[in-house]
C-alpha cells in the first residue's frame, strides 16, 4: 500500500524542521523517515483534509495524534510503528474507516469498540503490542468486520469469546499468543452453540480461528453434554471451524477414554474429507505418560489409552447402536456358556 502511494505521490516539504519525508496526493499522505519525531499529524489546509482518506505515519509519532478528527472521510489509517501507549484512544470521528492498523505500537490495552461508530471497518490489526486482556464484547458492533489480528501480544485472559464468533462478517482472528496460557472464563454452553448453529445455517459463513493457547476442548462444553446438542448443528459448527487451529503446549487437556469417546463419536459424522482439515489436524490431548501430545480425533488414540473395545468402536458407533453391540455380546457370552457346560455333561 505506501509503495503504491509513494509511487503515485509528490514530495513536499509540509512538515517543516523534521526529517521526516511527507508524500502527498489529493486523496492520501505518508509519512516516512520520522523516527517518532512527531506529536501529531500535520494539516495541510481544510480543503485537504476533507479529501484525504488514507493516511499511512509509521514510526512516526511518539503519542496519540489529536488531529485525526479533521480528517473525518479518513477510509485506511496505519500507524503501525509507532508510539501510543500513554493517551486514550480517540476513534469516535473516524465513522468511515475501513482498514486500522495499530500494530507495534506498544498497546496494553484496547479501547472499548462497541463505544464509536465503526459500523464499515473491516480490518484490524493490533499484533506485536502489550495487550494482556481481551474482552469479546468490546468488538460487538463491527458487524463489517472481516480480519481481526491479535498475535504477539502477552494475553493473560480472555473474556466473552461467544462474541467473536457471533460477528457476522468476521472470516480471520488470530490469538497466537507469546504466553503459554490464556485461561477462558468459561466454555460457550449448549444453548450458545446451537444458536451459533442456527445462525450459521445456510449462510457462506467461513471462519478460522488460530490459537496456541485455546485448546479445542475449553471452548466446548463437556463432552458427556454433546448430546444435548442436535447433531445437524454439530455439522454445522464442525465445517465452520474445520479451518482453525487450536494447538497448545502447556495447556493441553489429559487424554481420557470417555472424553475421546465422546469426541470422536460425535465428529465421525463429519463427511471423511473433513479429516485432513486444520482442525482435526491441530485439535489433540495430552497422554498420561511423558508430555506427549497425540490427536484427539485418531482411533489409535483409544488403542494406546487401553481403552474398552467398546471405545475402540465408538468413532463408528453411535450410543444406540453400541447398546446393541453390547447385549449381542451378552448372548454370545451366555451361549458360549451353555454349550461348554452341556458339552462336558
Known amino acids: ?3 503504491s502511494l509513494t509511487n503515485s505521490a509528490k514530495f513536499t516539504s509540509c512538515i517543516p524542521n523534521r526529517s521526516c519525508k511527507c508524500y502527498l496526493t489529493e486523496q492520501s499522505f505518508a509519512l516516512m523517515n520520522c523516527s517518532y519525531s512527531l506529536h501529531d499529524l500535520p494539516v495541510f ?16 509519532l511518539f503519542r496519540w495524534p489529536l488531529n485525526l478528527c479533521k480528517y473525518s472521510h479518513l477510509q485506511i489509517l496505519d500507524l503501525s510503528g509507532s508510539d501510543l501507549r500513554r ?3 480517540d476513534l469516535s470521528c473516524l465513522s468511515q474507516l475501513i482498514y486500522l492498523n495499530l500494530s507495534q505500537t506498544h498497546l496494553n490495552q484496547l479501547p472499548n469498540f462497541s463505544n464509536v461508530s465503526l459500523q464499515f471497518l473491516e480490518f484490524l490489526d493490533l499484533s506485536s503490542n502489550q495487550i494482556e486482556y481481551i474482552n469479546g464484547s468490546w468488538f460487538r458492533s463491527l458487524n463489517h468486520l472481516t480480519t481481526l489480528h491479535l498475535h504477539h501480544n502477552p494475553l493473560k485472559r480472555i473474556d466473552s469469546f461467544e462474541q467473536f464468533l457471533l460477528l457476522p462478517s468476521l472470516q480471520y482472528i488470530n490469538f497466537i499468543s507469546s504466553t503459554s496460557v490464556l485461561p477462558m472464563k468459561k466454555p460457550l454452553s449448549i444453548s450458545q452453540w446451537i444458536d451459533l448453529a442456527n445462525k450459521w445455517n445456510n449462510t457462506n459463513k467461513v471462519l ?31 465445517n ?6 487450536f494447538t497448545t503446549l502447556v495447556s493441553e487437556p489429559p487424554c481420557h477414554c470417555n472424553e ?26 495430552l497422554m498420561p505418560i511423558g508430555f506427549i501430545h497425540t490427536s484427539l480425533f485418531d482411533r489409535r488414540t483409544l488403542l494406546d489409552l487401553n481403552c474398552t473395545a467398546i471405545g475402540r468402536m465408538s468413532g463408528r458407533l453411535n450410543h444406540r447402536n453400541s447398546c446393541s453391540l453390547k447385549r449381542f455380546y451378552s ?14 455333561k
Request: charged share 5%.
Open 208 to 238: 478460522q480461528i488460530h490459537t496456541n493457547t485455546i485448546p479445542l476442548q475449553s471452548i466446548f462444553p463437556p463432552s458427556n453434554q454433546f448430546y444435548m446438542i442436535p447433531l445437524e448443528s454439530m455439522k454445522i459448527i464442525l
Open 331 to 344: 448372548f454370545i457370552y451366555i451361549a458360549t456358556f451353555y454349550t461348554i457346560f452341556f458339552y462336558q
Open 45 to 60: 489546509n481544510s480543503n485537504s483534509s476533507m479529501t484525504i482518506t488514507t493516511i499511512v505515519a509509521r514510526h512516526a
Open 260 to 285: 475421546l469417546q465422546n469426541y470422536q463419536r460425535i465428529f465421525s459424522f463429519v463427511n471423511n474429507e473433513k479429516n485432513l482439515s486444520t482442525l482435526f489436524q491441530s485439535s489433540t490431548c
Open 1 to 3: 500500500m505506501l509503495v
Open 87 to 89: 493517551p486514550s484512544m
Open 240 to 245: 465452520i471451524l474445520s479451518n482453525s487451529t
